[in-house]
């Protein structure tokens, strides 16, 4: 059996994903800016063949991320990631656990981290591109 998947629904993914990754931006610009009174720098990738979505930069530090987003009842416990991001300085995948409410029309998300400290590559080895993240 074949599944036909219509232009509509293709959109309505990519748009839905537009929608977690500026809730995630907002969420961040906001703590970096009322809690700790620092502006963060966001420069997003047009293409992921480096490995990330997004270029942070806040206090002189840069981070290369690479953005994973799952639902929060996902079976699945693990994401696959590029291996391009190991060759960043301070590359780090942030896996945004999404709920959405529906009540209040908008969505909740809890974060997951998976990287090193700044200044240091990702330590993926050779050919492992998967990982489980902790909470962070």
């Given at each position: 059996?074949?599944?036909?998947?219509?232009?509509?629904?293709?959109?309505?993914?990519?748009?839905?994903?537009?929608?977690?990754?500026?809730?995630?931006?907002?969420?961040?610009?906001?703590?970096?800016?009322?809690?700790?009174?620092?502006?963060?720098?966001?420069?997003?990738?047009?293409?992921?063949?480096?490995?990330?979505?997004?270029?942070?930069?806040?206090?002189?530090?840069?981070?290369?991320?690479?953005?994973?987003?799952?639902?929060?009842?996902?079976?699945?416990?693990?994401?696959?990631?590029?291996?391009?991001?190991?060759?960043?300085?301070?590359?780090c995948v942030?896996?945004?656990m999404r709920?959405?409410?529906?009540?209040?029309?908008?969505?909740?998300?809890?974060?997951?981290?998976?990287?090193?400290?700044?200044?240091?590559?990702?330590?993926?080895?050779?050919?492992?591109?998967?990982?489980?993240?902790?909470?962070?």
């Amino acid at each position: 059996m074949v599944n036909i998947i219509s232009v509509h629904d293709v959109l309505d993914v990519v748009i839905y994903e537009q929608l977690v990754e500026h809730a995630f931006i907002s969420e961040l610009l906001q703590e970096a800016w009322y809690r700790y009174g620092k502006a963060v720098e966001v420069l997003r990738s047009e293409i992921d063949s480096s490995g990330y979505d997004l270029l942070l930069e806040c206090n002189g530090v840069i981070r290369y991320v690479e953005l994973k987003t799952s639902g929060t009842e996902a079976r699945r416990s693990f994401q696959s990631i590029n291996t391009a991001l190991a060759q960043k300085p301070s590359g780090c995948v942030v896996w945004l656990m999404r709920e959405d409410d529906e009540s209040k029309h908008r969505v909740n998300l809890k974060y997951l981290f998976f990287g090193d400290l700044p200044g240091k590559s990702q330590t993926l080895g050779s050919g492992i591109t998967n990982c489980v993240p902790s909470e962070g």
